[in-house]
């Protein structure tokens, strides 16, 4: 069974870059699509991107501008960093993969990621 | 399109039937998946595709598509069925991903 496990600094100021990593256990990352999904306060479930095969990506285009995800598989491990972040940004902030761009099978724990205004 | 919009709340007496619908353009060429979010926990996936079930999702739950619209059913609602689903798809073009805005489920 694939486990996820989200990481990150629970709080960002203003203007700095936000950096999660997600670590992939019991399986193989290639194959899979690997998102990024976040949650704001208000619960709305937003898709923030894909990495697929450890090469392609695919952002929302409303945060490409600021985003890079990667993997190294050597880690089991993925990655994102957003950059210029707002307290617009500040939400749980999820990691989940599948087979299928938009079937996310299994979903990390979330980490909250504030970011104060 | 860019969008799939669900009813934000929806209620069902408990052994009762309840339909969660999600409504968007690209739903005419691609299936919804659905997601149950219980409070304090990660969503989980409930069905994909045409209508199935990952292993362990009870068989009272089901999907189905019209058109511009699709369904996740509910056969016999139990008191742990409340939660908040959402729905996602691809966009019409097969770009980016959509999500739902999520429903509400009560179970009086």
């Known amino acids: 069974q694939v486990q996820l496990q989200e990481s990150g600094p629970g709080l960002v100021k203003p203007s700095e870059t936000l950096s999660l990593t997600c670590t992939v256990s019991?399986?193989?990352?290639?194959?899979?699509?690997w998102n990024w999904i976040r949650q704001t306060p208000g619960k709305r479930l937003e898709w923030i991107g894909y990495i697929y095969n450890t090469m392609s990506t695919n952002y929302n285009p409303s945060l490409k501008s600021r985003l890079t995800m990667s993997v190294d598989t050597s880690k089991s491990q993925l990655s994102l960093t957003l950059k210029s972040v707002t307290p617009a940004d500040t939400a749980i902030y999820y990691c989940?993969?599948?087979?299928?761009?938009?079937?996310?099978?299994?979903w990390g724990q979330g980490t909250l990621v504030t970011v104060p205004s | 399109s860019s969008e799939l919009t669900q009813d934000p709340a929806v209620s069902v007496a408990l052994g009762q039937t309840v339909r969660i619908t999600c409504q968007g353009d690209s739903l005419k060429n691609y299936h919804a998946n659905w997601y149950q979010q219980k409070p304090g926990q990660s969503p989980r996936l409930v069905i994909f595709g045409k209508n199935n079930r990952p292993s362990g999702i009870p068989d009272r739950f089901s999907g189905s598509g019209s058109g511009d619209t699709a369904s996740l059913t509910i056969t016999g609602a139990q008191a742990e069925d409340e939660a908040d689903y959402y729905c996602n798809s691809r966009d019409s073009w097969n770009i980016y991903i959509l999500l739902g805005g999520g429903t509400k489920l009560t179970v009086l």
């Open positions: 989940a993969g599948g087979t299928e761009a938009a079937t996310w099978v299994h």
């Open positions: 019991s399986g193989s990352m290639t194959n899979y699509y």
